[in-house]
């Protein structure tokens, strides 16, 4: 085993491709198919899956991939120290619902590690994406919430993929509208009072189950009901339509502006919101700092 192998097998893995791995290593397809396998071989070990439809990372190569990481960045740490090469390019990639402070948090966790070269991905997604988006390690974070409707179903999702639900916080539901909107002015809303609004949501696509609805109550019948696909879409629609959506009552106004405010809602759920990763794996050190740069979001 080379620490030129346990390269390979990070860059295959980023990349969900050999041939698009081979292409950023500048050597051939078969020199890295064969440099996979011969490390498989000498480990007794499975660390990629090969199919029709491509490659992906067995159970233990995810755990596998976790150390190789680890040792990757130790080597490169010795190297910038002793031999003052250049480090390599930062890698990190997270899926997440539709939440300011994800975002919010992914700025500082940029300005604050990212080098003159990096590379990362901020994906937000459909909720069964981001636990496939995990499972896979095309993410190594994946953000999302629990409620007393969902959490049997999404947890039981978890388990099988064997990943693990950490919260972060807990909140009450509020709802998000314009400024404008003559419920602004008011301490709380009732669902009633709501009815004649646009009910605003994100489309779940393929896996529109009501327990994978970014949106609590996704049970509730509304007379109008607009699905989008992106944030920036539903924040113009709140203020366009004078619509609503549901949701934590945290918000980012740096991003978002002033024009759209929380307003709780009259309704006994709780929503946790939390960040999902593997079991058996060792968080990177940019892993670790978003999840630190999660929580002063929320908390500023």
Not at 15 to 30: C, V, Y
Not at 101 to 130: C, H, P, W
Not at 142 to 170: P, W
Not at 211 to 231: A, G, P, Q, Y
Request: glycine share 4%; charged share 20%; proline share 3%.
């Amino acid at each position: 085993m080379t620490l030129q192998q346990l390269k390979y097998v990070i860059e295959v893995a980023n990349r969900g491709s050999i041939n698009e791995a081979a292409k950023r290593l500048f050597i051939t397809q078969p020199s890295l198919s064969n440099s996979i396998r011969d490390l498989e071989e000498e480990l007794q070990l499975s660390i990629f899956e090969r199919s029709n439809k491509g490659i992906a990372l067995t159970k233990e190569g995810v755990e596998f991939l976790s150390y190789a990481r680890q040792v990757v960045e130790q080597a490169e740490l010795l190297e910038s120290r002793y031999l003052n090469t250049k480090p390599s390019p930062q890698h990190f990639s997270v899926s997440t619902q539709h939440y300011a402070f994800a975002v919010n948090a992914f700025v500082s966790l940029v300005q604050e590690y990212g080098q003159d070269e990096y590379e990362m991905a901020l994906r937000e997604t459909k909720t069964y994406e981001i636990i496939e988006d995990v499972k896979s390690m095309r993410s190594e974070i994946g953000i999302l919430y629990l409620n007393e409707f969902n959490e049997k179903v999404i947890n039981k999702i978890l388990k099988a993929a064997n990943l693990q639900f950490t919260s972060l916080f807990t909140a009450t539901p509020h709802v998000f509208i314009s400024i404008k909107n003559p419920l602004a002015r008011q301490s709380i809303v009732t669902i009633e009072q709501l009815q004649q609004y646009p009910y605003l949501s994100f489309e779940q696509g393929e896996f529109n189950s009501f327990h994978f609805s970014e949106e609590i109550l996704s049970t509730m019948s509304h007379k109008k009901s607009i699905r989008v696909n992106d944030r920036a879409t539903l924040f113009n629609l709140l203020i366009g339509l004078n619509g609503y959506t549901i949701s934590t009552g945290v918000l980012s106004a740096d991003l978002n502006g002033n024009e759209i405010i929380p307003v709780p809602l009259d309704c006994v759920e709780t929503i946790h919101v939390g960040w999902i990763s593997h079991k058996n794996t060792v968080m990177t050190k940019l892993g670790a700092a978003y999840v630190e740069a999660l929580k002063h979001a929320i908390y500023q």
